[in-house]
């Protein structure tokens, strides 16, 4: 079967983005031909359809935090589409070494965003990684390449969801998708919450940037439903990448398969 085109899927917790991937060259990072940016809870499955509505045949590459939505996914593509070739991605698939004692116990989403970055770090150079979604996550890889750990702390909107929740007057504001940085000042409840969300999601970043890279010396990647809002703001220089995770997909789709870029296998 011809594996073309490659559908990547990053299903987290809160979105499930889906990249159509028909040619990946050794130049740069790879780029979803089209893509699509759904609500994990509940995914509008004819807007994938849509999306292969030409395509007889397809190869779907999964990388998933959220086992409910991955599951929902495969029982989909099984009913709908059993000629197509499904993988659920795991640490031992990834073309990337991990310096950690349980490869397996590491968000996926994680590894995958090291395969990408590795990709496009200069040779030598060390690199951060910095993912702003239902988490925020800062990761370390090493000048060789390989994943090293980093860190786990609550994303903006899980914050905000926090304080509306263990709170009796605090209201539950919308900070999934951040399109600017708020004033620093609130002058109210709701903009003093936004103030100390977004600003303190910035803050704990460069903090953690300057404990784990001391010397300044790591390239910053930073990807995450705010991630461009947030990245303006940060201390140091960063590279905004918001399929960075679907890209780590396809790069490892193709060292899984070993597929060049005519869709045809290597011999």
Request: contains cysteine.
């Amino acid at each position: 079967m011809n594996r073309f085109p490659l559908i990547a899927v990053d299903v987290g917790n809160a979105r499930t983005k889906v990249g159509v991937f028909r040619e990946i060259d050794d130049s740069g990072l790879p780029k979803p031909e089209t893509s699509l940016n759904l609500d994990a809870r509940a995914p509008r499955r004819e807007e994938v359809e849509q999306l292969l509505r030409a395509q007889e045949r397809a190869c779907w590459y999964i990388g998933s935090v959220n086992r409910p939505a991955a599951g929902e996914l495969v029982d989909w593509l099984r009913d709908g589409r059993p000629d197509d070739r499904v993988v659920m991605l795991t640490a031992g698939d990834l073309p990337l070494k991990v310096e950690l004692p349980r490869a397996d116990m590491v968000g996926v989403d994680r590894l995958l965003n090291a395969v990408g970055a590795n990709r496009l770090r200069p040779s030598g150079r060390p690199a951060l990684l910095v993912d702003v979604g239902t988490a925020i996550t800062v990761d370390v890889v090493s000048a060789e390449g390989a994943f090293r750990g980093g860190t786990i702390s609550p994303g903006i909107a899980m914050s905000a969801r926090a304080l509306h929740e263990f709170t009796d007057l605090l209201p539950l504001l919308p900070m999934e998708q951040l399109d600017a940085a708020p004033d620093p000042l609130g002058t109210s409840t709701e903009t003093a919450m936004k103030s100390g969300l977004f600003w303190g999601a910035v803050g704990a970043i460069d903090r953690l940037a300057r404990e784990l890279d001391p010397q300044g010396e790591a390239q910053i990647f930073l990807g995450g439903g705010a991630g461009q809002s947030v990245g303006r703001m940060l201390e140091r220089e960063t590279v905004c990448l918001p399929h960075l995770t679907l890209a780590g997909i396809a790069l490892a789709a193709e060292a899984m398969e070993n597929i060049d870029t005519d869709g045809d296998d290597r011999e």
